[in-house]
């Protein structure tokens, strides 16, 4: 009875802190339309957090592929499958933050922090004291 008291004690445990983990695939959702927008993987290198689009989810059918033509940097031209949007995070507690952030169809680039909420992850952009925050599904719902 007590190894199966403690194996689901282990087992939920295990659950609860996957839930936290920002790694994996999830679903970019716009703020504006509420609309599944790409696939991001965020992954881990060097100790730091960084996301890329995988797939985007309702391609334009005049531009199934596109490029990020307004990117200022090293991105300019681009295929925006693949970019690399979230830059250089890093663990502070349960957020990661002081990277950088893409918005590949402006090119603008912000500062960033990300988190997860309710198994959710939230992501933030912002300028000073200016910030928009969205929430990401995973990918599996």
């Known amino acids: ?3 199966a ?11 609860l802190n996957a839930q936290d983990d920002i790694f994996g695939l999830w679903k970019s959702i716009d703020d504006e339309t509420g609309e599944e927008k ?3 993987e965020i992954y881990k290198k ?5 996301g890329k689009i995988v797939e985007l989810l309702n391609p334009s059918a005049d531009d199934p592929d596109p490029v990020c033509d307004e990117c200022p940097d090293h991105r300019k031209n681009k295929r925006i499958t693949g970019l690399e949007i979230i830059t250089a995070l890093k663990k502070d507690g349960d957020v990661w933050e002081k ?4 918005d590949p169809e402006n090119g603008k680039i912000y500062k960033c922090k990300i988190w ?3 198994g959710l992850l939230k992501v933030r952009g912002y300028v000073s004291f200016l910030y ?3 929430t990401w599904l995973p990918a599996n719902n």
Do not use: C, P
């Open 99 to 102: 990277g950088e952030i893409l």
């Open 1 to 3: 009875m007590r190894t």
């Open 38 to 40: 790409s696939l991001v």
């Open 46 to 50: 060097d100790g730091k957090a960084y």
């Open 132 to 134: 928009r925050t969205q």
């Open 116 to 118: 997860v909420e309710g």
């Open 5 to 15: 008291i403690l194996i689901l004690f282990l087992s939920a445990s295990f659950t």
